[in-house]
């Protein structure tokens, strides 16, 4: 038998966090699946999220893996060309590409084919990560409008803050003044301020984390704030089983340092997950975790491959019990803030040796 741990993802989950998001919007909705889907796997992911009227994503492989298993969607390069060869195959995928910075327009300048690409150029609105300064926009508008390989234009931003309460005000503001001349398609709106502020939907927005069932929204943000409470059903589900299972006493020591050291006689269980397969190795005692459906809590350090878990009040509880680390009943967000991170990193740590049943 293999080691039973196991990632299963709920491809009917996707699908209804996408009618969600539709029932939150009247905009386009260009489903986020970087990072092969935020760990799900990037093919059975799209195909569950087909109704999509677009996708977005990084790298220019996996949009043309996406084209020629037959997705007609827009497909978006979030940053763009990284270098002049990129060119010939957006063209030839027909991939919508950001432009987000000077060396993009000279990629574009020196590339020879005429009217064939589709650019979103990005606005830095606040976030000072990519985009043009708003003072720079109208000229780089004018030459776009004009320029010979170039066929449409959208006008886009991302936002820094629209998960907390500042919100997303400021930068809202500064992309509307900009984009006030232009008679062009507008994105703004990630997960958060797609659930929070319609006033950012415009033309597209750009849903990732709620697709795949977690809240955007930080641990007592606002009055709906958990996935449940937003109507969204976790796609992922990180389950393993007990593999050993021992008693301690007063005063003993579990794991590497030995920072856990018992007040009690315990049950402990050994969980066969560790850093290896992508729990984070940060998680302290305490972390909540499901054991046979019941909740409990790690205890001591995470290990490469293993990891222990607290069975005192779970008597019934044996090598072969099943657990889940995060997903069906155990809501990732809130082992990510148990860890210090946010559901976004757990979900896309997942790793390769990890077996995936979808
Ligand atoms: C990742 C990303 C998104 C999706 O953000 P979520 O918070 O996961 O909804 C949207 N837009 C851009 C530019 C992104 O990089």
Redesign the pocket.
Known sequence: MPRPIQAHIDLSALEHNLQVARRATSARIMA?I?AAAYGHGLLHSAGALKAADGF?LLDIRDAVQLRENGFRQVILL?EGAFTPDDLPLVDEYDLACVIHSPHQIAMLDSYPRRGGLSVWLKVNSGMNRLGFAPSDVCAVMEKLKSHPAVRDITLMT?FSHADEASGVAAQLEVFNAVAAPYRVARSLA???ALLRYPATHADWV?????LYGAS?FAHGSGEQHTAQQLGLKPVMTLQSRIISVRKIGVGERIGYGGVFRAEAPMRVGVVACGYADGYPRHAPSGTPVLVEGRRTGILGRVSMDMLSVDLSTLSTAEVGSRVTLWGEGMPVEEVAQAAGTIS?ELLCALTARVPVVV
């Open positions: 986020v970087k977005a979030l991302h990630n997960s958060a750009r849903p990732g984390i709620m955007p976004y």
